[in-house]
């Protein structure tokens, strides 16, 4: 880490090695390298210094804080103490950042607004951040992370929800009911404080609840059987019981094609309810590919909005 010293030492004015406070770095470690303009101040760092140091390189702005340490730059608790050290009392961080910390592997969802909550009528400005007012913000709803205030992965959801385009918000519904972050139940719970007259995306809150409780698994397979139809696709049986040599049934298919020996499992919202049964189906399917079955895997969000890539990979998998 470089080193830094009030703008009126003789270091600093000839531009030579500087020295950082003990307080500083301690500060900045526990921070993930990341401190305010007043905290610097605090430490006898002046603006210029500040200033001084950014236009050198050793130091960056982050979110409106000031980064001191490089080798910790990019980090998304880095982000989430940038944005909450700017935050009033009850304050949280939301949005693509709390999700980035929440699920730091490959269940990231990307692209999605960084956002923080903060109790009204506290309003403040946090550089590419957006900031909502909600009242109250219930305590429940915030969970600490590496003494960083954070929403928890629901109300995150929540939260995006009220400020994505439908169709963005819908997408990302999508996806996290896949993933199991959310299901029907839920999200009706979390609604309920959300949906009164004049509450920030209400409106598409309840379009959100009429989606997912129609995406059952059964509402899928009426869907997916259309679609088939609709296509031209023939020779597949639906709820198709595929049997071992001793004749023990090994798994019933949504649809099959048993010549080709394919077939196409539709993962609606109940066959994703149960870890027990998601284990229970990654097994089937394994056994199936070990007995020479394709198996393909097809969404909700496929097949009621996206059906033409997955028609095209059914055609591609029959026609091999």
Not at 8 to 29: C, F, N, T, V, Y
């Amino acid at each position: 880490m470089g080193t830094v010293a009030g703008h009126g030492s003789p270091a600093a004015r000839r531009g030579g090695p500087l020295r950082d406070p003990p307080a500083l770095l301690e500060l900045s470690l526990r921070q993930q390298g990341v401190v305010t303009s007043a905290q610097l101040r605090q430490q006898g760092v002046s603006h210029k210094t500040q200033r001084g140091r950014i236009a050198r390189g050793l130091w960056t702005w982050h979110f409106g804080t000031v980064v001191t340490q490089p080798a910790a730059r990019g980090t998304a608790l880095q982000d989430a103490w940038a944005i909450a050290l700017q935050l009033p009392p009850g304050g949280a961080v939301s949005g693509q950042t709390a999700l980035d910390v929440w699920r730091p592997t490959n269940m990231r969802v990307r692209g999605l607004p960084r956002l923080a909550v903060v109790p009204a009528p506290h309003a403040p400005r946090v550089d590419g951040v957006r900031v909502l007012r909600l009242a109250p913000i219930h305590k429940n709803s915030v969970l600490w992370h590496s003494g960083i205030p954070l929403r928890t992965l629901g109300h995150t959801l929540m939260d995006l929800f009220t400020v994505l385009p439908f169709s963005e918000a819908q997408s990302l519904l999508d996806h996290a009911m896949q993933l199991r972050w959310i299901d029907a139940g839920m999200l009706r719970g979390l609604a309920k404080t959300r949906l009164g007259r004049g509450r920030r995306g209400a409106r598409i809150i309840r379009r959100l609840i009429d989606h997912a409780s129609g995406g059952t698994h059964s509402e899928a397979e009426r869907r997916m059987a259309a679609l088939l139809k609709s296509s031209g696709i023939r020779g597949w049986t639906a709820n198709y019981k595929h049997r071992a040599t001793s004749g023990r049934v090994i798994a019933e298919l949504d649809f099959a094609w048993p010549r080709e020996r394919v077939c196409l499992e539709i993962d609606g919202w109940a066959s994703h309810s149960d870890r027990r049964a998601f284990e229970s189906d990654r097994a089937r399917q394994n056994a199936l590919a070990a007995d020479g079955w394709t198996v393909l895997r097809a969404t909700w969000a496929q097949v009621t909005r996206e059906p033409a890539p997955l028609i095209a990979n059914l055609r591609a998998s029959l026609a091999r």
